[in-house]
Protein backbone atom coordinates (compact mmCIF):
# COMPACT_ATOMS: atom_id res chain seq x y z
CA UNK A 1 0.00 0.00 0.00
CA UNK A 2 1.75 3.54 -0.81
CA UNK A 3 1.77 5.98 1.69
CA UNK A 4 -0.44 8.40 -0.21
CA UNK A 5 -3.31 5.58 0.86
CA UNK A 6 -2.56 5.78 4.03
CA UNK A 7 -2.94 9.99 4.21
CA UNK A 8 -5.67 10.56 1.64
CA UNK A 9 -7.42 13.34 4.24
CA UNK A 10 -3.78 15.11 3.76
CA UNK A 11 -3.54 14.68 -0.16
CA UNK A 12 -6.98 16.29 -0.60
CA UNK A 13 -6.11 19.12 1.83
CA UNK A 14 -2.92 20.11 0.50
CA UNK A 15 -4.49 19.96 -3.31
CA UNK A 16 -7.33 22.41 -2.05
CA UNK A 17 -4.08 24.44 -1.02
CA UNK A 18 -2.40 24.19 -3.98
CA UNK A 19 -6.02 25.35 -5.83
CA UNK A 20 -6.25 28.26 -3.44
CA UNK A 21 -2.63 29.16 -4.33
CA UNK A 22 -3.65 29.50 -8.08
CA UNK A 23 -6.41 31.34 -7.86
CA UNK A 24 -4.10 33.98 -5.45
CA UNK A 25 -1.21 33.93 -8.45
CA UNK A 26 -0.67 37.59 -10.06
CA UNK A 27 -2.85 39.36 -11.63
CA UNK A 28 -0.84 37.87 -15.06
CA UNK A 29 -2.68 34.31 -14.07
CA UNK A 30 -6.22 35.39 -14.12
CA UNK A 31 -6.39 35.86 -17.53
CA UNK A 32 -5.00 32.42 -18.22
CA UNK A 33 -7.41 29.71 -19.29
CA UNK A 34 -6.96 25.85 -18.24
CA UNK A 35 -8.41 22.43 -19.67
CA UNK A 36 -7.66 19.20 -18.87
CA UNK A 37 -6.04 16.64 -21.58
CA UNK A 38 -6.12 12.96 -21.30
CA UNK A 39 -3.02 10.89 -21.76
CA UNK A 40 -2.66 7.66 -23.59
CA UNK A 41 -2.81 5.67 -20.52
CA UNK A 42 -5.89 7.37 -19.67
CA UNK A 43 -3.91 9.85 -17.16
CA UNK A 44 -5.71 13.48 -16.96
CA UNK A 45 -3.18 16.23 -17.34
CA UNK A 46 -3.87 19.67 -16.17
CA UNK A 47 -3.16 22.55 -18.79
CA UNK A 48 -2.80 26.48 -18.19
CA UNK A 49 -2.39 28.95 -21.39
CA UNK A 50 -1.82 32.14 -20.90
CA UNK A 51 0.20 35.05 -23.21
CA UNK A 52 -0.63 35.69 -27.02
CA UNK A 53 -2.99 32.69 -27.93
CA UNK A 54 -1.88 33.22 -31.70
CA UNK A 55 1.76 33.86 -31.03
CA UNK A 56 4.60 31.16 -31.58
CA UNK A 57 3.46 28.75 -28.60
CA UNK A 58 5.85 28.13 -25.82
CA UNK A 59 5.35 24.71 -24.02
CA UNK A 60 6.76 24.88 -20.27
CA UNK A 61 7.79 21.70 -18.84
CA UNK A 62 8.40 22.01 -14.75
CA UNK A 63 10.43 19.63 -12.95
CA UNK A 64 10.11 17.16 -9.59
CA UNK A 65 7.84 18.38 -7.19
CA UNK A 66 6.72 21.39 -9.33
CA UNK A 67 3.36 22.53 -11.59
CA UNK A 68 2.25 25.18 -13.61
CA UNK A 69 2.90 27.50 -10.48
CA UNK A 70 6.82 27.32 -11.36
CA UNK A 71 6.46 29.37 -14.30
CA UNK A 72 4.68 32.62 -12.66
CA UNK A 73 7.85 34.59 -13.76
CA UNK A 74 7.36 33.92 -17.21
CA UNK A 75 3.43 34.07 -17.45
CA UNK A 76 3.92 37.43 -15.73
CA UNK A 77 6.36 38.97 -17.88
CA UNK A 78 5.41 41.51 -20.31
CA UNK A 79 8.08 40.70 -22.87
CA UNK A 80 6.72 36.95 -23.20
CA UNK A 81 2.98 37.86 -23.24
CA UNK A 82 3.13 38.07 -27.13
CA UNK A 83 4.16 34.54 -26.95
CA UNK A 84 1.60 31.69 -26.62
CA UNK A 85 2.55 30.23 -22.79
CA UNK A 86 1.65 26.79 -21.80
CA UNK A 87 2.40 24.67 -19.27
CA UNK A 88 0.79 21.60 -17.97
CA UNK A 89 1.21 19.95 -14.45
CA UNK A 90 2.88 16.33 -15.13
CA UNK A 91 1.32 13.07 -14.27
CA UNK A 92 1.56 12.55 -10.30
CA UNK A 93 2.27 16.12 -9.91
CA UNK A 94 0.06 19.52 -9.06
CA UNK A 95 -3.58 18.95 -10.18
CA UNK A 96 -2.99 15.92 -12.40
CA UNK A 97 -3.60 12.80 -11.95
CA UNK A 98 -1.73 10.44 -9.77
CA UNK A 99 -2.53 7.08 -10.60
CA UNK A 100 -1.03 4.62 -7.75
CA UNK A 101 2.48 2.31 -8.17
CA UNK A 102 5.39 2.41 -9.95
CA UNK A 103 4.35 1.02 -13.56
CA UNK A 104 2.52 4.85 -14.12
CA UNK A 105 6.05 6.55 -13.91
CA UNK A 106 9.18 4.47 -13.95
CA UNK A 107 8.70 4.01 -17.80
CA UNK A 108 10.45 7.46 -19.30
CA UNK A 109 8.23 6.85 -22.89
CA UNK A 110 4.66 7.42 -20.50
CA UNK A 111 6.15 11.06 -19.75
CA UNK A 112 6.99 11.54 -23.70
CA UNK A 113 3.53 10.31 -24.45
CA UNK A 114 1.85 13.37 -22.09
CA UNK A 115 3.99 15.60 -23.28
CA UNK A 116 3.06 14.64 -26.97
CA UNK A 117 -0.67 14.66 -26.21
CA UNK A 118 -0.17 18.50 -24.44
CA UNK A 119 1.25 19.10 -28.07
CA UNK A 120 -1.54 17.51 -30.08
CA UNK A 121 -4.56 18.50 -28.02
CA UNK A 122 -3.38 22.14 -27.86
CA UNK A 123 -2.36 22.51 -31.36
CA UNK A 124 0.32 24.25 -30.95
CA UNK A 125 2.07 24.56 -34.36
CA UNK A 126 5.76 23.64 -33.74
CA UNK A 127 6.41 24.64 -30.30
CA UNK A 128 9.37 25.57 -28.63
CA UNK A 129 9.97 23.00 -25.20
CA UNK A 130 11.12 24.37 -22.12
CA UNK A 131 11.69 21.83 -19.33
CA UNK A 132 13.31 22.36 -16.03
CA UNK A 133 15.13 19.60 -14.81
CA UNK A 134 13.18 16.44 -14.88
CA UNK A 135 11.34 18.32 -17.19
CA UNK A 136 14.56 18.36 -19.77
CA UNK A 137 14.63 14.93 -18.93
CA UNK A 138 10.83 14.27 -20.44
CA UNK A 139 12.26 16.35 -23.72
CA UNK A 140 15.11 13.90 -24.35
CA UNK A 141 12.66 10.92 -24.15
CA UNK A 142 10.01 12.57 -26.37
CA UNK A 143 12.87 13.56 -29.03
CA UNK A 144 14.17 9.20 -28.90
CA UNK A 145 9.85 8.85 -29.29
CA UNK A 146 8.49 11.15 -32.07
CA UNK A 147 11.60 12.80 -32.98
CA UNK A 148 11.89 16.83 -33.35
CA UNK A 149 9.49 17.03 -36.51
CA UNK A 150 6.96 18.51 -34.61
CA UNK A 151 8.74 21.33 -32.81
CA UNK A 152 10.92 24.32 -33.59
CA UNK A 153 13.50 24.33 -30.93
CA UNK A 154 14.46 23.45 -27.34
CA UNK A 155 15.48 25.01 -24.16
CA UNK A 156 16.66 22.91 -21.09
CA UNK A 157 16.82 24.74 -17.57
CA UNK A 158 19.50 22.83 -15.41
CA UNK A 159 17.66 19.97 -17.14
CA UNK A 160 18.31 16.13 -16.53
CA UNK A 161 20.35 14.67 -18.88
CA UNK A 162 21.04 11.59 -17.52
CA UNK A 163 20.57 10.06 -14.49
CA UNK A 164 23.82 9.17 -13.34
CA UNK A 165 26.15 10.45 -10.63
CA UNK A 166 28.28 12.01 -12.91
CA UNK A 167 25.85 14.85 -13.24
CA UNK A 168 23.91 14.28 -10.24
CA UNK A 169 24.60 15.81 -6.83
CA UNK A 170 24.57 13.26 -4.06
CA UNK A 171 21.76 13.84 -2.07
CA UNK A 172 20.79 10.56 -0.18
CA UNK A 173 19.44 11.70 2.83
CA UNK A 174 17.33 13.96 0.55
CA UNK A 175 16.40 11.26 -1.84
CA UNK A 176 15.80 8.53 0.73
CA UNK A 177 13.47 10.57 2.70
CA UNK A 178 11.27 11.64 -0.11
CA UNK A 179 10.11 7.82 0.18
CA UNK A 180 9.93 7.91 4.04
CA UNK A 181 6.61 6.41 4.92
CA UNK A 182 6.51 8.86 7.86
CA UNK A 183 4.71 11.96 7.30
CA UNK A 184 7.22 14.55 8.44
CA UNK A 185 10.05 12.86 7.92
CA UNK A 186 8.59 13.27 3.98
CA UNK A 187 7.78 16.56 4.41
CA UNK A 188 10.91 17.71 5.80
CA UNK A 189 12.53 16.04 3.49
CA UNK A 190 10.35 18.12 1.08
CA UNK A 191 11.06 21.29 2.37
CA UNK A 192 14.94 20.24 1.83
CA UNK A 193 14.76 19.34 -1.46
CA UNK A 194 13.00 22.51 -2.52
CA UNK A 195 15.41 24.52 -0.39
CA UNK A 196 18.71 23.25 -2.67
CA UNK A 197 16.65 24.53 -5.47
CA UNK A 198 17.90 27.63 -5.31
CA UNK A 199 21.36 29.57 -4.39
CA UNK A 200 19.28 33.03 -3.80
CA UNK A 201 16.34 31.55 -1.76
CA UNK A 202 12.74 33.01 -2.89
CA UNK A 203 10.65 34.94 -0.64
CA UNK A 204 8.62 33.60 2.13
CA UNK A 205 5.22 33.67 0.67
CA UNK A 206 6.75 32.33 -2.63
CA UNK A 207 8.78 29.63 -0.59
CA UNK A 208 5.67 28.53 1.00
CA UNK A 209 3.15 28.56 -2.26
CA UNK A 210 6.36 25.87 -3.66
CA UNK A 211 6.49 24.26 -0.73
CA UNK A 212 1.93 23.42 -0.87
CA UNK A 213 2.77 22.87 -4.36
CA UNK A 214 5.32 20.40 -3.94
CA UNK A 215 3.66 18.18 -0.78
CA UNK A 216 0.76 17.44 -3.77
CA UNK A 217 2.64 15.20 -5.20
CA UNK A 218 2.38 11.62 -5.56
CA UNK A 219 4.74 9.12 -3.28
CA UNK A 220 4.41 6.40 -5.92
CA UNK A 221 6.06 9.32 -8.43
CA UNK A 222 8.69 10.37 -6.62
CA UNK A 223 9.82 6.84 -5.44
CA UNK A 224 9.29 5.55 -8.71
CA UNK A 225 10.77 8.18 -11.36
CA UNK A 226 14.30 7.88 -9.89
CA UNK A 227 14.97 4.93 -11.75
CA UNK A 228 13.64 6.67 -14.97
CA UNK A 229 15.53 6.20 -17.79
CA UNK A 230 16.46 8.84 -20.22
CA UNK A 231 17.63 8.02 -23.88
CA UNK A 232 19.89 10.92 -24.42
CA UNK A 233 21.48 9.22 -27.70
CA UNK A 234 18.42 8.84 -29.09
CA UNK A 235 16.90 11.50 -28.22
CA UNK A 236 18.88 14.69 -27.32
CA UNK A 237 21.59 13.27 -29.39
CA UNK A 238 19.58 13.05 -32.94
CA UNK A 239 17.58 16.72 -32.74
CA UNK A 240 18.55 18.71 -35.10
CA UNK A 241 16.58 21.25 -34.27
CA UNK A 242 17.96 24.43 -32.09
CA UNK A 243 18.60 23.52 -28.33
CA UNK A 244 19.91 25.52 -25.78
CA UNK A 245 20.97 24.95 -22.44
CA UNK A 246 21.01 27.18 -19.30
CA UNK A 247 22.00 26.02 -16.10
CA UNK A 248 23.03 27.90 -12.98
CA UNK A 249 26.62 27.62 -11.83
CA UNK A 250 25.61 27.73 -8.39
CA UNK A 251 22.93 24.54 -8.97
CA UNK A 252 23.55 22.10 -5.81
CA UNK A 253 21.31 19.22 -7.39
CA UNK A 254 21.94 19.00 -10.84
CA UNK A 255 26.23 19.43 -11.92
CA UNK A 256 25.97 22.24 -14.18
CA UNK A 257 29.47 21.80 -16.25
CA UNK A 258 29.20 17.90 -16.63
CA UNK A 259 25.42 17.92 -18.08
CA UNK A 260 26.44 20.36 -20.54
CA UNK A 261 29.68 18.46 -21.34
CA UNK A 262 27.70 15.55 -21.87
CA UNK A 263 25.08 17.13 -23.98
CA UNK A 264 27.71 18.89 -26.25
CA UNK A 265 28.91 15.36 -26.37
CA UNK A 266 25.77 13.80 -28.18
CA UNK A 267 24.92 16.92 -29.84
CA UNK A 268 28.05 19.22 -30.99
CA UNK A 269 25.45 21.59 -32.06
CA UNK A 270 23.90 22.51 -28.71
CA UNK A 271 24.39 26.39 -26.97
CA UNK A 272 24.71 26.70 -23.58
CA UNK A 273 24.85 29.68 -21.07
CA UNK A 274 25.63 29.40 -17.60
CA UNK A 275 24.50 32.06 -15.16
CA UNK A 276 26.86 32.90 -12.65
CA UNK A 277 24.29 33.55 -10.13
CA UNK A 278 21.84 30.88 -9.53
CA UNK A 279 21.53 27.96 -8.62
CA UNK A 280 19.13 25.00 -9.88
CA UNK A 281 16.10 27.53 -10.71
CA UNK A 282 17.86 30.36 -13.08
CA UNK A 283 14.42 30.97 -14.30
CA UNK A 284 12.77 32.48 -10.88
CA UNK A 285 16.42 33.62 -9.56
CA UNK A 286 17.34 35.45 -12.67
CA UNK A 287 14.20 35.92 -13.75
CA UNK A 288 14.67 39.26 -15.91
CA UNK A 289 17.96 37.63 -17.45
CA UNK A 290 15.99 34.23 -18.36
CA UNK A 291 13.09 35.58 -20.07
CA UNK A 292 15.25 37.67 -21.85
CA UNK A 293 17.17 34.88 -23.10
CA UNK A 294 14.40 33.07 -23.81
CA UNK A 295 12.65 35.82 -25.77
CA UNK A 296 16.42 36.19 -28.23
CA UNK A 297 16.05 32.36 -28.95
CA UNK A 298 12.42 32.04 -29.90
CA UNK A 299 13.12 35.30 -32.11
CA UNK A 300 16.02 33.63 -33.24
CA UNK A 301 14.02 30.73 -34.63
CA UNK A 302 11.86 32.85 -36.65
CA UNK A 303 15.46 34.47 -38.09
Known amino acids: MSPSTHFPAIFHMLRAMLLACALAAPAAMADSKTYTVTAPDGVTLAVREA ?59 RWAADLRAVITASRAARPVLVGWSLGGAVISNYLSAYGDGAIAGAVYVDGVIELKPEQIVAHPEVYRDLNAPD ?88 RSKLYDASGHAPFIEEADRFNRDLAGFVDGLKR
Open 51 to 109: GDPHGAPLIFIHGLLGSTLNWEAQVADPRLQRYRLISYDMRGHGLSGKPAGAEAYSDGR
Open 183 to 270: LKTHLDAVREFLRLCFHTQPAAPDFERLLANAAVASWDMQRAVQSMRVDLAGGLGKAEVPVLLIYGAQDALVKARPSIARAAEVNPRI
